[in-house]
């Protein structure tokens, strides 16, 4: 144990391991979680899907409710080694944010019991409130590994969550339980567990210097505003989407909020792909040079754009698969082409705007891009939901809100790198352009312009691409 920190040491994971396993962890999350909804619709009625759905949009908000404590303290602690931390300070907040998140939980449940609803609502807000626990404080270690770069404890903590899940599903629906409440019984277990793997893991560092102190409350005032805005970054996507999801179900009902969302699940699923290299990016961005940060987006820049426009064809794949598995689900999956560039716009903004500007304490411009959007999204909706239009429009919103942002963030940061927008970053936008507008006009046929424009490019950009990969290489040594 270190004798001045009072924590012991666990391994740092290097940059490559840590992308290699954040992105095995997410990916077989993203994996198990299709693997859900691909199986779960097959055993389950349309409604009690939508229940289900309804209960993952539920806990996709429930990192709220620690109003960005634990975002200050990522902030803070970023790029920082966990040897160097006061073990006994962070453990001083890690027992208040206990006692905090079981306060919120419990009047959660209260609340719902003394609430008017049906019975699936009900049993699906309890379990709710108990997620508000169990998740804002593992939320609180996967914050801390994350920030002090051990991402192996993370990914484990992530890839264990799933394996349960996925495993009590398949049982459950085995044995004829495959109903409504004892899926979402597997997916509190599968917390749960992990859980207790993220404080068995941290016995021997944070836990074993725990002191309860007085309140830190300027330490933690500090972190609530400074972590705020990061919350608000965080949860943008899920803000952007949720509102939309909303007024679909107050405007349409439960079982077409139910076609939307595997729609959405699709695509918010291959996000955490994404999502896991952002996560790896942020400690390594804040530990080197401006001149190399500079440069590393500049090739991200380049090398992203590429790749998400060839990754844009697995629609080809997915939509005539999905197409015949699922075939109650029609309605839903006829919007999948307006829905599935989001996954890029998305994933641009993620590696390409909002982890720089965590990294470069940017995050009043973070916040200010992710709140804007959120307000477009809202003005667009509610639109939608006075006009009384089809369900295409809301699909519109989602795709429209998200190209705002990316493109919002993009320039900002060019700008602030003195970097000026060239013909490379536009051709992505077109190319998505030339996707919806071929797929609205020909149908799936569109494969063949869609794919022939950008093998054409590809060829003549070839060299750039090559070198630009080089580039990437080199920094990353």
């Known amino acids: 144990m270190d004798s001045e920190s009072g924590v012991a040491h666990i391994k740092e994971t290097s940059f490559l391991s840590g992308i290699l396993q954040a992105v095995f962890s997410n990916g077989f999350s993203t994996i198990s979680q299709i693997f859900l909804i691909l199986i779960v619709p097959k055993f389950i009625t349309p409604t009690s899907y939508s229940y289900w759905q309804l209960y993952i949009f539920y806990i996709s908000y429930v990192g709220i409710l620690h109003f960005g404590w634990i975002d200050g303290m990522y902030l803070q602690l970023g790029g920082e080694k966990l040897e160097n931390i006061k073990g006994d300070k962070v453990g001083n907040e890690l027992c208040w944010f206990t006692i905090f998140q079981m306060i919120v939980s419990i009047l959660f449940v209260f609340g719902t019991l003394l609430g008017k609803f049906n019975v699936p609502n009900t049993y699906v807000l309890i379990q709710t409130g108990i997620i508000i626990f169990v998740s804002n404080v593992r939320s609180f270690y996967f914050f801390l590994f994350q920030a002090t770069n051990h991402i192996h404890e993370y990914s484990v903590g992530t890839l264990i969550e799933k394996v349960i899940t996925v495993i009590m599903t398949i049982i459950f629906i085995v044995i004829g339980f495959g109903n409504l409440y004892f899926l979402i019984i597997a997916d509190v277990l599968g917390k749960m567990i992990s859980l207790g793997y993220t404080v068995w893991v ?35 996507s899920l803000f952007m989407i949720g509102v939309v999801r909303y007024t679909i179900k107050r405007n349409f009902g439960i079982v077409d909020f139910g076609q939307i969302s595997i729609t959405l699940s699709i695509s918010n699923f291959m996000v955490m792909l994404i999502q896991a290299i952002s996560m790896v990016l942020f400690p390594y961005i804040r530990r080197i040079d401006f001149d190399v940060v500079k440069k590393l987006h500049s090739v991200m820049r380049h090398e992203l754009s590429i790749l998400f426009l060839w990754l844009v064809g697995i629609y080809y794949i997915v939509f005539p698969i999905l197409h015949i598995w699922l075939p109650k689900y029609d309605l839903g999956l006829s919007l999948l082409w307006i829905i599935f560039p989001v996954i890029f716009f998305d994933g641009k903004f993620e590696l390409l705007s909002s982890v720089y500007f965590q990294a470069l304490n940017l995050e009043g411009i973070l916040y200010k891009i992710n709140l804007f959007s959120l307000l477009l999204s809202m003005i667009w909706s509610f639109a939608n939901y006075l006009l009384s239009l089809p369900l295409s429009m809301y699909a519109l919103t989602i795709i429209g809100t998200f190209f705002f942002r990316s493109f919002l963030g993009e320039i900002i940061l060019l700008k602030y790198f003195h970097e000026k927008y060239n013909r490379n970053d536009l051709f992505f936008y077109i190319m998505i352009t030339v996707f919806m507008l071929s797929n609205w006009l020909i149908g799936f046929n569109s494969v063949y312009t869609y794919i022939a424009l950008l093998t054409v490019y590809t060829v003549v950009n070839r060299k750039n691409i090559f070198h630009y990969v080089i580039e990437i290489i080199k920094i990353f040594k």
């Open 202 to 236: 941290d016995r021997n560092t944070i836990l074993s210097s725990i002191k309860i102190k007085t309140l830190p409350i300027a330490n933690i005032r500090i972190n609530i505003l400074r972590g705020g805005k990061l919350l608000v970054a965080n949860f943008a």
